[in-house]
């Protein structure tokens, strides 16, 4: 299983935007980015998942480059609700296996 | 929809005692996972379905056993319970759709201790 490597933790403020950075150097070509969201006593919860180039929606942006060996998970405006840690995982669809680093830790501070 | 659900969402066990985790989805999903959290660290894959009477080894097997033989169960087993799997467990299940989505719904995780 291809691994990914993220910061250890990251501090903000109320309202900046986030940019947390995932490597991928070994990703297969049927490894679909992933980012995950958790809170303190609670399951993983999905946030985006891309290819390549780039995927919004309503609660962040998945920037990919045209190599796919890093990805760059995009917070606009965050929130102290915000704080949780987030996880950059490869889902390789056809095999069915996903494998989740240790994450990043976001401490969003008023 | 109730989404996943696990049972029990904790328990105390001795070391040596066996007991079985339990893990529904009513989504329909092919797929199915079972992972362990221990404190400040990622999840871990134990072992995952790709569909009822299939399944296989994740990163973490030993010590855990698991059966499919419907859709919506996926129940983990703890056979002789060392207190080195004192963690949390979760169980996620997804659909992957023909473009390659795939997003895994996860279970609110039951809490073990071994002592």
Redesign the interface.
């Known amino acids: 299983?291809a691994k990914t490597t993220q910061p250890v933790s990251m501090d903000s403020y109320e309202g900046q935007e986030v940019n947390i950075t995932c490597s991928h150097n070994n990703i297969a070509t049927?490894d679909?980015i992933?980012w995950?969201q958790q809170f303190p006593?609670?399951?993983?919860?999905?946030i985006i998942?891309g290819?390549k180039t780039k995927v919004t929606n309503e609660v962040a942006s998945l920037f990919i480059p045209a190599d796919r060996k890093s990805s760059t998970l995009s917070l606009p405006r965050v929130s102290l609700s915000d704080t949780a840690v987030y996880?950059c995982l490869l889902?390789n669809?056809n095999a069915?296996?996903?494998?989740?680093?240790?994450?990043t830790t976001l401490t969003v501070k008023p | 929809n109730a989404g996943?659900t696990q049972t029990p969402k904790f328990r105390i066990l001795k070391i040596g005692q066996s007991m079985t985790l339990q893990c529904t989805q009513d989504m329909n999903h092919n797929?199915m996972?079972w992972?362990r959290q221990d404190p400040g660290?990622?999840?871990?894959?134990i072992y995952?379905?790709?569909g009822a009477g299939i399944t296989?080894k994740?990163?973490v097997p030993n010590g855990y056993n698991v059966s499919r033989s419907t859709t919506e169960d996926f129940p983990l087993r703890l056979e002789l319970a060392a207190p080195s799997q004192t963690s949390v467990y979760?169980c996620?299940s997804s659909y992957?759709g023909t473009s390659?989505?795939?997003?895994?719904?996860?279970?609110?995780?039951t809490r073990l201790t071994v002592l």
């Open positions: 299983l049927n679909y992933t995950y006593s609670q399951g993983p919860r999905f998942q290819y996880y889902l669809t069915g296996k996903s494998t989740f680093g240790d994450g | 996943v797929y996972y992972y660290m990622g999840l871990k894959l995952y379905s790709v296989d994740g990163e979760f996620a992957p390659g989505y795939n997003e895994q719904f996860f279970g609110p995780g």
